[in-house]
């Protein structure tokens, strides 16, 4: 059984000492159930409807060529909502977001900062996968972008943590480099809820350099979603 602190350097961190609970890491690594629990802040049978709506969908010409939906997955009462980019084939698969080597990375760097993937929720802007992991059209965003502001509607996250280049400029409607949008709090403007750009997961494997940097990130959405359930924002 491995410790935090063997998780933060496999992510190439120097551990932090935020968490000095000892939770065994097995219950943060394993998946959550792809069975959401009833959500809390939002109407059930409106979740239930929104579901079946991606579900069902046929607005963009993904649905010719996806496996299955990717609604998202964890909490829908969750304080954080997590947004990467659109569905990779194992999650097109799956039809779960964040499988795979990014996945359980995603949760090591959640489990770092004392959170699980039950304790998140974790969407993507499109979500149904474009072929050949090919980049969203505008036209795709376009269609499928009331999705996830109807997530965003019914979740009231206290932070959104926008992963990746292509989530972040959705999210924000900007052309900035994720290197320009990095180390400051933005709005998600439709509900002027705290938002903050890391890279994703999947970059970072590529990249593993760049993880002090998301850790920084991680601290930077931690720290805001604290201020911001203390009731300093309201
Ligand atoms: Fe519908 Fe979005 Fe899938 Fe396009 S990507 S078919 S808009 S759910």
């Given at each position: 059984?491995?410790?935090?602190?063997?998780?933060?350097?496999?992510?190439?961190?120097i551990?932090?000492?935020?968490?000095?609970?000892?939770?065994?890491?097995?219950?943060?690594?394993e998946?959550?159930?792809?069975?959401?629990?009833?959500?809390?802040?939002?109407?059930?049978?409106?979740?239930?409807?929104?579901?079946?709506?991606?579900?069902?969908?046929?607005?963009?010409?993904?649905?010719?060529?996806?496996?299955?939906?990717?609604?998202?997955?964890?909490?829908?009462?969750?304080?954080?909502?997590?947004?990467?980019?659109?569905?990779?084939?194992?999650?097109?698969r799956?039809?779960?977001?964040?499988?795979?080597?990014?996945?359980?990375?995603?949760?090591?760097?959640?489990?770092?900062?004392?959170?699980?993937?039950?304790?998140?929720?974790v969407?993507?802007?499109?979500?149904?996968?474009?072929?050949?992991?090919r980049?969203?059209?505008?036209?795709?965003?376009?269609?499928?972008?009331?999705?996830?502001?109807?997530?965003?509607?019914?979740?009231?996250?206290?932070?959104?943590?926008?992963?990746?280049?292509?989530?972040?400029?959705?999210?924000?409607?900007?052309?900035?480099?994720?290197?320009?949008?990095?180390?400051?709090?933005?709005?998600?403007?439709?509900?002027?809820?705290?938002?903050?750009?890391?890279?994703?997961?999947?970059?970072?494997?590529?990249?593993?350099?760049?993880?002090?940097?998301?850790?920084?990130?991680?601290?930077?959405?931690?720290?805001e979603?604290?201020?911001?359930?203390?009731?300093?924002?309201?």
């Amino acid at each position: 059984m491995r410790s935090r602190s063997q998780y933060l350097r496999e992510m190439g961190l120097i551990p932090w000492t935020l968490i000095t609970d000892t939770r065994v890491i097995d219950q943060y690594v394993e998946p959550a159930s792809n069975d959401l629990e009833s959500p809390g802040k939002v109407s059930p049978s409106g979740w239930t409807s929104l579901q079946q709506q991606v579900r069902n969908c046929t607005r963009c010409n993904l649905h010719t060529t996806r496996k299955t939906t990717v609604f998202g997955e964890g909490n829908p009462k969750a304080n954080w909502l997590l947004v990467g980019e659109a569905p990779g084939a194992e999650e097109d698969r799956q039809g779960l977001p964040f499988v795979g080597r990014a996945g359980q990375l995603l949760n090591r760097m959640l489990f770092s900062i004392g959170l699980a993937r039950n304790d998140v929720f974790v969407a993507n802007v499109l979500k149904c996968r474009p072929p050949d992991n090919r980049d969203p059209f505008g036209e795709e965003v376009s269609a499928c972008e009331s999705f996830l502001h109807q997530q965003v509607k019914f979740i009231q996250p206290k932070i959104i943590l926008a992963m990746g280049r292509f989530a972040a400029q959705a999210l924000l409607r900007t052309d900035q480099t994720i290197g320009q949008l990095r180390g400051r709090i933005h709005r998600y403007p439709a509900y002027d809820i705290p938002l903050v750009v890391t890279y994703h997961p999947a970059y970072l494997l590529r990249s593993p350099q760049s993880k002090a940097k998301a850790w920084a990130d991680l601290i930077l959405a931690l720290a805001e979603s604290e201020r911001v359930a203390g009731g300093e924002d309201v």
